[in-house]
C-alpha cells in the first residue's frame, strides 16, 4: 500500500504562482511514477503533467506547458508541481496520483497505470 497526501494548495490572483506537494508513504517501491491530475467543478479529472521516478521523463498537457514544472526530491518520496503564471482556468482541486504507468490522456477514474491518488488540494485563482 501506498499513501499520498498533497498539501501547497490555496488562493492566489491571476499571475501568482504556488508549489503543490505530493508526499508518498508505505510500500513506495511499488511506484514508478507520480501524476498530478485536476477537476474542476463540473468538469472531468484531467491529467496535468507526469515524471518518471528513475528516467526523470515528463509530460504535460498542452494548457500548462511554459507554466508549470513538475519535479522530483527521491530522499523526500515528495513529488512537486511548480505552478507558474495561474490563470482562472487553473482553478480546481489538484490531485496527485502514482503507479507503475503514467499518461496524461486517461479518463478518471479508468486510468489503470495509477494504482494510489490522494485525497485533493484546492487551487483557486481570481482574476
Known amino acids: 500500500q501506498v499513501q499520498l497526501v498533497e498539501s501547497g494548495g490555496g488562493s492566489v490572483q491571476a499571475g501568482g504562482s504556488l508549489r503543490l506537494s505530493c508526499a508518498a508513504s508505505g510500500y513506495t517501491f511499488s511506484v514508478k511514477c507520480t501524476g498530478w491530475f485536476r477537476q474542476a467543478p463540473g468538469k472531468e479529472r484531467e491529467g496535468v503533467a507526469y515524471i518518471y521516478h528513475l528516467s526523470g521523463s515528463t509530460y504535460y498537457r498542452d494548457s500548462v506547458k511554459g507554466r508549470f514544472t513538475i519535479s522530483r526530491d527521491n530522499a523526500k518520496n515528495t513529488v512537486y508541481l511548480q505552478m507558474n503564471s495561474l490563470k482562472p482556468e487553473d482553478t480546481a482541486m489538484y490531485y496527485c496520483?502514482?503507479?507503475?504507468?503514467?499518461?496524461?490522456?486517461?479518463?478518471?477514474?479508468?486510468?489503470?497505470?495509477?494504482?494510489?491518488w490522494g485525497q485533493g488540494t484546492q487551487v483557486t485563482v481570481s482574476s
Open positions: 496520483a502514482a503507479g507503475t504507468s503514467c499518461t496524461i490522456g486517461c479518463t478518471f477514474p479508468i486510468c489503470p497505470g495509477y494504482n494510489y
